[in-house]
């Protein structure tokens, strides 16, 4: 099949999806434009709830399956935009719109690349491709719901920006809700128990809190206190402050161990985690995707930010053509030499692999 024709409409089909609305769990209309394109390439697919999959036509029990994945719902746009959100507007070469970034270039590119590979015999790995919903909210009816539908996944490639190279790794998240509690009074009258006063030992606490572990691809676990609140008028001592905090965990802890380590020794009342299952992710360097990816002048290194490869038991790396730092920004765009270069590398890297 032809690489001009595949890129042609890989960006046209990313063109549709940046022109229909497609927030958390609202994907129903950009999935229809997934189908339309298996359709048109006569790829057997099916669809749950929002999310769209496939495997290749001579896929064969008992070898590996290899998943490609990346998602076709978007956050809101924020207030700063000075362009349509949801027009596709081509300028100076960067295709502008939201989700052209995050992560509709890379989407696109890995249907084009599991499209070329459809037909192929004889692979050394099947190859199985989602198009899922919900990534953003990290809801219920996204990749990880697919995780028992899907043919057991041995090992992933999940398409976020990385300028085409290899995120090796990818820390985790653990938010905690906290509680520090004191004496509720009036203002007025004394009060050696100020559940506000009570809290400054406890963010100082926080705020120097070292984790012993750290990650040769991930750096130390990192800690930040992102919400405080306490109070409701000013002549009241409130009997409780509320603490929201953000940990953002390495390879060398699992999100239990951590919690674990804050429920022992954190110096509040009590602390929560909300969900221990954004755990971090990584593939060994060893892997023939990574040596692949080397071999090609591709670089490595560990992502701070969270994706889809959070919900994946099996090793993923993390690939795409974007920025990561142009995610979620107003006029938010992807060049369109990098949607070029990205199929081109996904191609190449796979024909290292798996052909």
Not at 128 to 137: K, Q
Not at 179 to 184: K, L
Not at 232 to 261: C, F, K, M, W
Request: charged share 20%; hydrophobic share 40%.
């Amino acid at each position: 099949m032809g690489l001009e024709k595949l890129t042609s409409d890989a960006i046209q089909l990313l063109k549709k999806l940046i022109e229909t609305q497609s927030f958390s769990s609202e994907e129903d209309l950009t999935a229809g434009h997934i189908e339309a394109w298996f359709k048109e390439y006569n790829i057997n697919f099916k669809r749950t709830k929002n999310n769209v999959w496939a495997v290749n036509k001579h896929f064969e029990a008992g070898k590996p399956n290899l998943l490609l994945n990346s998602h076709h719902d978007t956050v809101k746009p924020n207030s700063a935009y000075t362009k349509d959100p949801f027009k596709a507007i081509v300028e100076d070469g960067k295709l502008f719109g939201l989700g052209s970034n995050d992560a509709g270039g890379c989407l696109v590119s890995l249907i084009a690349t599991f499209t070329h590979y459809y037909n192929y015999e004889n692979l050394k790995y099947n190859l199985v491709i989602v198009a899922s919903a919900e990534e953003e909210s990290s809801g219920p009816k996204g990749l990880n719901s697919m995780l028992s539908i899907i043919p057991e996944v041995d090992v992933a490639i999940v398409g976020e920006p990385t300028l085409m190279n290899l995120a090796v790794a990818e820390k985790g998240l653990v938010v905690f809700d906290a509680v520090i509690e004191g004496t509720p009074s009036h203002a007025a009258h004394p009060n050696d128990n100020n559940a506000i006063y009570n809290s400054i030992e406890a963010l100082k606490w926080f705020k120097d809190l070292k984790f012993e572990k750290g990650s040769d691809a991930l750096g130390d676990v990192k800690l930040t206190v992102t919400q405080v609140n306490a109070g409701s008028q000013h002549n009241v001592v409130p009997g409780h402050v509320d603490l929201v905090i953000d940990v953002r965990v390495n390879d060398a802890y699992s999100n239990t161990e951590i919690a674990e380590i804050l429920q022992k020794k954190a110096p509040v009342t009590s602390i929560t985690p909300r969900s221990l299952r954004l755990n971090s992710s990584s593939i060994p360097m060893e892997h023939d995707l990574v040596k692949a990816g080397l071999a090609m002048g591709r670089t490595s290194y560990g992502s701070p930010t969270l994706s889809d490869q959070a919900v994946l038991s099996c090793p993923s790396l993390k690939l795409g053509p974007g920025d990561s730092t142009r995610s979620h920004s107003a006029d938010e765009f992807i060049y369109i030499h990098e949607i070029e270069e990205g199929i081109k590398i996904y191609i190449e890297l796979l024909n290292r692999v798996i052909v």
